[in-house]
Nanobody, 121 residues
Framework: QVQLVESGGGLVQPGGSLRLSCAGSGSIISINNMDWYRQAPGKQRELVAGITRDGSPNYADSVKGRFTISSDNAKKMVYLQMNSLKPEDTAVYYC???????????????WGQGTQVTVSS
């Protein structure tokens, strides 16, 4: 069984920083990509940043220059460093991975349970 567990969320003042972590566990054979999504109240879930297994990142326009995604494939972890946080960054942040488990023949999608990020003074 595969699990993705996020950590690092919390309350921060505007202009502050947080670092989110996501740890993958279980019988993971290979990870194609790991992404961070977020969902604010009343809004659709949106892609914040993603990183492929070769380390290529991509970002939503709204976070470019402020957020940095990184990964450690050996540890099956992905991180999101968030700087210059704004109130509009307030949301539940979810970790996503497309991966193959032991015994599987195809890539499958997995989600973490989410971690709350609140940016407020």
């Amino acid at each position: 069984q595969v699990q993705l567990v996020e950590s690092g969320g919390g309350l921060v003042q505007p202009g502050g920083s947080l670092r989110l972590s996501c740890a993958g566990s279980g019988s993971i054979i290979s990870i194609n990509n790991m992404d961070w999504y977020r969902q604010a109240p009343g809004k659709q879930r949106e892609l914040v940043a993603g990183i492929t297994r070769d380390g290529s990142p991509n970002y939503a326009d709204s976070v470019k220059g402020r957020f940095t995604i990184s990964s450690d494939n050996a540890k099956k972890m992905v991180y999101l460093q968030m700087n210059s946080l704004k109130p509009e960054d307030t949301a539940v942040y979810y970790c996503y991975a497309r991966l193959i488990r032991s015994g599987d023949l195809e890539w499958k999608d997995y989600w973490g349970q989410g971690t709350q990020v609140t940016v407020s003074s």
